[in-house]
Protein backbone atom coordinates (compact mmCIF):
# COMPACT_ATOMS: atom_id res chain seq x y z
CA UNK A 1 0.00 0.00 0.00
CA UNK A 2 1.22 3.38 -0.77
CA UNK A 3 1.46 6.48 1.53
CA UNK A 4 0.83 9.85 0.36
CA UNK A 5 1.32 13.51 2.53
CA UNK A 6 -1.97 15.52 1.76
CA UNK A 7 -1.86 19.11 2.81
CA UNK A 8 -4.53 22.52 3.21
CA UNK A 9 -1.64 25.37 2.58
CA UNK A 10 -4.50 27.61 2.17
CA UNK A 11 -4.84 27.49 6.54
CA UNK A 12 -1.76 29.17 7.03
CA UNK A 13 1.47 27.99 4.68
CA UNK A 14 4.00 29.58 2.83
CA UNK A 15 6.09 28.05 0.15
CA UNK A 16 8.98 27.69 1.59
CA UNK A 17 6.76 25.85 3.91
CA UNK A 18 5.26 23.53 1.80
CA UNK A 19 8.86 22.76 0.25
CA UNK A 20 10.46 21.68 3.66
CA UNK A 21 7.18 18.83 3.69
CA UNK A 22 7.59 17.76 0.53
CA UNK A 23 11.23 17.61 0.65
CA UNK A 24 11.36 16.12 4.14
CA UNK A 25 8.14 13.71 2.73
CA UNK A 26 10.76 12.37 -0.03
CA UNK A 27 13.15 11.91 2.49
CA UNK A 28 11.37 9.54 4.99
CA UNK A 29 10.46 7.47 2.48
CA UNK A 30 6.57 8.23 1.47
CA UNK A 31 5.11 7.65 -2.13
CA UNK A 32 3.62 11.28 -2.71
CA UNK A 33 2.96 14.76 -1.88
CA UNK A 34 -0.53 16.19 -2.68
CA UNK A 35 -2.35 19.54 -1.63
CA UNK A 36 -5.30 21.05 -1.87
CA UNK A 37 -6.05 23.79 -4.33
CA UNK A 38 -8.41 26.62 -2.39
CA UNK A 39 -7.24 30.34 -1.88
CA UNK A 40 -9.14 31.01 0.97
CA UNK A 41 -8.94 30.08 4.72
CA UNK A 42 -11.49 27.82 6.36
CA UNK A 43 -12.54 29.00 9.42
CA UNK A 44 -11.22 31.53 12.18
CA UNK A 45 -7.31 31.79 12.89
CA UNK A 46 -4.12 33.89 11.16
CA UNK A 47 -5.18 33.96 7.37
CA UNK A 48 -1.36 35.05 6.69
CA UNK A 49 0.71 34.48 4.59
CA UNK A 50 -2.33 33.94 2.61
CA UNK A 51 -2.85 31.40 -0.35
CA UNK A 52 -0.22 30.31 -2.53
CA UNK A 53 -1.48 28.71 -5.91
CA UNK A 54 -1.74 25.23 -6.58
CA UNK A 55 0.02 24.21 -9.89
CA UNK A 56 2.64 27.05 -9.55
CA UNK A 57 3.43 25.18 -5.99
CA UNK A 58 3.71 21.94 -7.84
CA UNK A 59 6.04 23.75 -10.47
CA UNK A 60 8.69 24.69 -8.27
CA UNK A 61 8.31 20.97 -6.16
CA UNK A 62 8.80 19.37 -9.11
CA UNK A 63 12.32 20.81 -9.67
CA UNK A 64 13.59 20.21 -5.88
CA UNK A 65 12.36 16.55 -5.77
CA UNK A 66 13.28 13.66 -7.63
CA UNK A 67 11.19 10.70 -6.66
CA UNK A 68 7.81 11.34 -4.87
CA UNK A 69 4.85 11.38 -6.50
CA UNK A 70 3.33 15.06 -6.89
CA UNK A 71 -0.62 16.72 -7.22
CA UNK A 72 -3.68 17.98 -6.56
CA UNK A 73 -6.41 16.81 -4.14
CA UNK A 74 -8.22 17.87 -5.69
CA UNK A 75 -8.40 20.89 -8.19
CA UNK A 76 -11.87 22.72 -8.75
CA UNK A 77 -13.09 23.03 -12.46
CA UNK A 78 -14.35 26.68 -11.48
CA UNK A 79 -11.18 27.56 -11.24
CA UNK A 80 -9.00 27.10 -14.47
CA UNK A 81 -10.80 26.65 -18.10
CA UNK A 82 -9.36 23.00 -19.35
CA UNK A 83 -7.49 23.95 -21.95
CA UNK A 84 -5.11 25.92 -19.93
CA UNK A 85 -5.47 23.33 -17.07
CA UNK A 86 -4.24 20.93 -19.67
CA UNK A 87 -0.95 22.92 -20.61
CA UNK A 88 -0.29 23.59 -16.80
CA UNK A 89 -0.38 19.81 -15.69
CA UNK A 90 1.42 18.29 -18.82
CA UNK A 91 4.30 20.98 -18.26
CA UNK A 92 4.28 20.74 -14.81
CA UNK A 93 4.63 16.69 -15.78
CA UNK A 94 7.65 17.36 -17.97
CA UNK A 95 9.64 19.49 -15.36
CA UNK A 96 8.97 16.87 -12.69
CA UNK A 97 9.95 13.94 -15.44
CA UNK A 98 6.76 12.09 -15.26
CA UNK A 99 5.55 12.51 -11.85
CA UNK A 100 1.99 14.68 -11.51
CA UNK A 101 -1.16 13.41 -11.16
CA UNK A 102 -4.54 15.41 -11.72
CA UNK A 103 -7.42 15.49 -9.25
CA UNK A 104 -10.11 17.31 -10.65
CA UNK A 105 -13.49 18.09 -8.71
CA UNK A 106 -16.35 20.53 -8.89
CA UNK A 107 -15.58 22.94 -6.85
CA UNK A 108 -17.42 23.79 -3.40
CA UNK A 109 -16.13 26.54 -1.22
CA UNK A 110 -18.74 29.14 -2.33
CA UNK A 111 -17.10 31.74 -0.05
CA UNK A 112 -13.87 31.40 -1.66
CA UNK A 113 -15.18 32.32 -5.30
CA UNK A 114 -17.45 35.25 -3.55
CA UNK A 115 -14.10 36.45 -2.02
CA UNK A 116 -11.95 36.66 -5.42
CA UNK A 117 -14.80 37.02 -7.89
CA UNK A 118 -14.87 33.68 -9.72
CA UNK A 119 -18.04 32.45 -11.22
CA UNK A 120 -19.95 29.68 -9.00
CA UNK A 121 -22.44 28.20 -10.59
CA UNK A 122 -24.70 26.36 -8.82
CA UNK A 123 -24.90 23.44 -11.15
CA UNK A 124 -21.32 22.06 -11.67
CA UNK A 125 -21.62 18.88 -12.50
CA UNK A 126 -21.82 19.25 -16.34
CA UNK A 127 -18.41 21.92 -16.13
CA UNK A 128 -16.65 18.95 -14.92
CA UNK A 129 -17.69 15.87 -17.19
CA UNK A 130 -16.43 18.69 -20.15
CA UNK A 131 -13.45 19.44 -18.70
CA UNK A 132 -12.49 15.92 -18.63
CA UNK A 133 -13.45 15.53 -21.91
CA UNK A 134 -11.03 18.24 -22.82
CA UNK A 135 -8.09 17.17 -21.23
CA UNK A 136 -7.98 13.65 -21.70
CA UNK A 137 -9.02 14.85 -25.78
CA UNK A 138 -6.37 17.36 -25.54
CA UNK A 139 -3.61 14.90 -23.90
CA UNK A 140 -4.20 11.90 -26.33
CA UNK A 141 -5.10 13.90 -29.60
CA UNK A 142 -2.05 12.66 -30.98
CA UNK A 143 0.87 14.83 -32.20
CA UNK A 144 -0.08 16.71 -35.77
CA UNK A 145 -3.46 16.64 -35.51
CA UNK A 146 -6.05 18.71 -33.76
CA UNK A 147 -8.25 18.80 -31.34
CA UNK A 148 -12.27 20.11 -31.48
CA UNK A 149 -14.89 20.30 -28.87
CA UNK A 150 -18.15 21.62 -28.77
CA UNK A 151 -20.44 21.64 -25.38
CA UNK A 152 -22.30 23.34 -23.26
CA UNK A 153 -19.58 24.93 -21.43
CA UNK A 154 -16.75 24.55 -23.86
CA UNK A 155 -16.21 25.07 -27.34
CA UNK A 156 -12.85 24.11 -29.11
CA UNK A 157 -11.74 24.69 -32.66
CA UNK A 158 -8.29 23.04 -34.22
CA UNK A 159 -6.73 23.19 -30.80
CA UNK A 160 -2.73 22.00 -31.84
CA UNK A 161 -3.34 19.68 -28.38
CA UNK A 162 0.19 20.53 -26.94
CA UNK A 163 2.29 20.41 -25.24
CA UNK A 164 2.30 16.29 -24.00
CA UNK A 165 2.82 15.24 -20.83
CA UNK A 166 5.38 12.93 -20.32
CA UNK A 167 3.15 10.50 -18.64
CA UNK A 168 0.60 8.81 -20.97
CA UNK A 169 -1.79 9.04 -19.45
CA UNK A 170 -1.02 11.24 -16.38
CA UNK A 171 -3.50 10.05 -13.65
CA UNK A 172 -6.49 11.79 -13.50
CA UNK A 173 -8.02 11.07 -9.66
CA UNK A 174 -12.16 11.84 -9.26
CA UNK A 175 -13.48 11.27 -6.06
CA UNK A 176 -16.36 11.86 -3.52
CA UNK A 177 -19.12 9.86 -2.21
CA UNK A 178 -21.87 10.14 -4.64
CA UNK A 179 -23.60 7.05 -5.35
CA UNK A 180 -24.39 7.40 -9.14
CA UNK A 181 -22.61 10.39 -11.04
CA UNK A 182 -18.97 10.60 -9.67
CA UNK A 183 -18.70 6.61 -9.87
CA UNK A 184 -19.95 6.67 -13.31
CA UNK A 185 -17.53 9.35 -14.06
CA UNK A 186 -14.31 7.97 -12.48
CA UNK A 187 -15.10 4.45 -14.41
CA UNK A 188 -14.78 6.97 -17.90
CA UNK A 189 -11.83 9.13 -17.12
CA UNK A 190 -10.15 8.18 -14.04
CA UNK A 191 -7.08 6.39 -12.90
CA UNK A 192 -7.99 6.49 -9.74
CA UNK A 193 -11.28 7.02 -7.35
CA UNK A 194 -10.44 8.44 -3.81
CA UNK A 195 -12.96 8.60 -1.03
CA UNK A 196 -12.27 11.18 2.01
CA UNK A 197 -13.39 11.77 5.59
CA UNK A 198 -15.58 8.76 5.77
CA UNK A 199 -16.16 5.61 7.93
CA UNK A 200 -14.95 2.47 7.35
CA UNK A 201 -18.48 0.95 6.06
CA UNK A 202 -19.22 4.05 3.88
CA UNK A 203 -15.64 3.88 2.04
CA UNK A 204 -16.43 -0.25 1.76
CA UNK A 205 -19.98 0.48 0.12
CA UNK A 206 -18.45 3.51 -1.56
CA UNK A 207 -15.79 1.22 -3.67
CA UNK A 208 -17.79 -1.86 -4.35
CA UNK A 209 -20.29 1.18 -6.06
CA UNK A 210 -17.19 2.71 -8.18
CA UNK A 211 -16.34 -1.29 -9.13
CA UNK A 212 -20.29 -1.58 -10.26
CA UNK A 213 -19.63 1.44 -12.26
CA UNK A 214 -16.89 0.25 -14.30
CA UNK A 215 -18.35 -3.11 -14.85
CA UNK A 216 -21.44 -0.93 -16.55
CA UNK A 217 -19.68 0.16 -19.07
CA UNK A 218 -17.15 -2.77 -19.62
CA UNK A 219 -14.21 -1.76 -17.72
CA UNK A 220 -11.98 -4.14 -15.80
CA UNK A 221 -12.32 -2.51 -11.99
CA UNK A 222 -8.59 -3.77 -11.28
CA UNK A 223 -7.87 -0.83 -13.44
CA UNK A 224 -9.02 1.63 -11.50
CA UNK A 225 -6.91 2.31 -8.02
CA UNK A 226 -9.41 2.76 -5.25
CA UNK A 227 -7.61 4.97 -2.24
CA UNK A 228 -8.96 7.18 1.13
CA UNK A 229 -7.96 9.77 2.43
CA UNK A 230 -7.92 10.73 6.14
CA UNK A 231 -6.88 13.77 8.35
CA UNK A 232 -4.00 11.83 10.75
CA UNK A 233 -2.82 13.25 13.71
CA UNK A 234 -0.04 10.20 15.36
CA UNK A 235 1.63 11.13 18.85
CA UNK A 236 3.80 8.54 20.86
CA UNK A 237 1.88 10.13 24.10
CA UNK A 238 -1.04 11.25 25.23
CA UNK A 239 0.04 15.28 26.37
CA UNK A 240 1.35 15.06 22.25
CA UNK A 241 -1.54 13.72 20.86
CA UNK A 242 -3.72 16.61 22.80
CA UNK A 243 -1.38 19.15 21.65
CA UNK A 244 -1.22 18.24 17.95
CA UNK A 245 -4.86 17.66 17.93
CA UNK A 246 -5.17 21.62 19.17
CA UNK A 247 -3.34 23.02 16.28
CA UNK A 248 -5.41 21.69 13.97
CA UNK A 249 -8.39 22.74 16.20
CA UNK A 250 -9.90 18.88 16.02
CA UNK A 251 -12.51 17.97 18.76
CA UNK A 252 -10.21 15.47 21.06
CA UNK A 253 -13.68 13.57 21.63
CA UNK A 254 -14.59 12.72 18.05
CA UNK A 255 -11.28 13.20 16.19
CA UNK A 256 -10.67 9.07 16.32
CA UNK A 257 -14.16 8.16 15.12
CA UNK A 258 -13.16 8.30 11.58
CA UNK A 259 -9.27 9.38 11.07
CA UNK A 260 -6.23 7.89 11.52
CA UNK A 261 -5.31 8.61 15.23
CA UNK A 262 -3.68 7.93 18.53
CA UNK A 263 -0.32 5.67 18.74
CA UNK A 264 1.24 4.23 15.90
CA UNK A 265 -0.04 1.13 16.72
CA UNK A 266 -3.59 2.21 16.42
CA UNK A 267 -2.56 4.11 13.28
CA UNK A 268 -1.06 1.12 11.80
CA UNK A 269 -4.43 -0.74 12.71
CA UNK A 270 -6.28 1.57 10.79
CA UNK A 271 -4.51 1.47 7.63
CA UNK A 272 -4.41 -2.38 7.68
CA UNK A 273 -8.02 -2.64 7.92
CA UNK A 274 -8.14 0.45 4.96
CA UNK A 275 -5.75 -2.39 2.95
CA UNK A 276 -8.46 -4.94 3.60
CA UNK A 277 -11.82 -2.91 2.32
CA UNK A 278 -9.27 -2.38 -0.95
CA UNK A 279 -7.83 0.75 -0.44
CA UNK A 280 -4.03 0.37 -2.06
CA UNK A 281 -2.98 4.28 -1.20
CA UNK A 282 -3.54 6.04 1.51
CA UNK A 283 -3.47 9.87 1.59
CA UNK A 284 -2.61 11.04 5.14
CA UNK A 285 -4.14 14.29 6.03
CA UNK A 286 -1.34 16.93 7.57
CA UNK A 287 -2.97 19.88 8.20
CA UNK A 288 -0.02 21.43 10.52
CA UNK A 289 2.64 20.98 8.02
CA UNK A 290 5.19 22.81 10.18
CA UNK A 291 5.30 19.86 12.35
CA UNK A 292 8.19 18.18 10.73
CA UNK A 293 8.36 16.05 13.67
CA UNK A 294 4.55 14.45 12.95
CA UNK A 295 5.72 13.56 9.93
CA UNK A 296 8.96 11.77 10.97
CA UNK A 297 6.95 9.77 13.95
CA UNK A 298 5.61 8.32 11.51
CA UNK A 299 7.90 7.41 9.12
CA UNK A 300 9.70 5.91 11.64
CA UNK A 301 7.20 4.26 13.81
CA UNK A 302 4.29 3.41 10.87
CA UNK A 303 5.38 3.11 7.64
CA UNK A 304 7.13 0.02 7.81
CA UNK A 305 4.24 -2.14 9.21
CA UNK A 306 1.77 -0.91 5.92
CA UNK A 307 3.96 -1.55 2.91
Known amino acids: MEICIFTEPQQGASYEEQLAQATATERLGFDGWFRSDHFLRMGDGDPLPGPTDAWITLAGLARETRRIRLGTLVSSA ?3 HPSLLAIQVAQVDAMSEGRVELGLGTGWFAEEHEAYGIPFPSKRFGILE ?3 EIVAGLWSTPVGDSFDFAGEHYSLERSPALPKPVQ ?3 PIIIGGAGPRRTPALAARFASEFNIGFRSEDTVAATFEGVRRACE ?3 RDPETLRT ?6 VVASDEASYLRRLEAIGADADTFAEVNVAGSPDAA ?3 LLRLRELGADRVYLQLVDLR ?3 HLELIAAEVLPHVR
Open 130 to 132: EQL
Open 216 to 218: EIG
Open 168 to 170: SPV
Open 268 to 270: VEK
Open 78 to 80: TFR
Open 227 to 232: TVALPT
Open 291 to 293: DLE
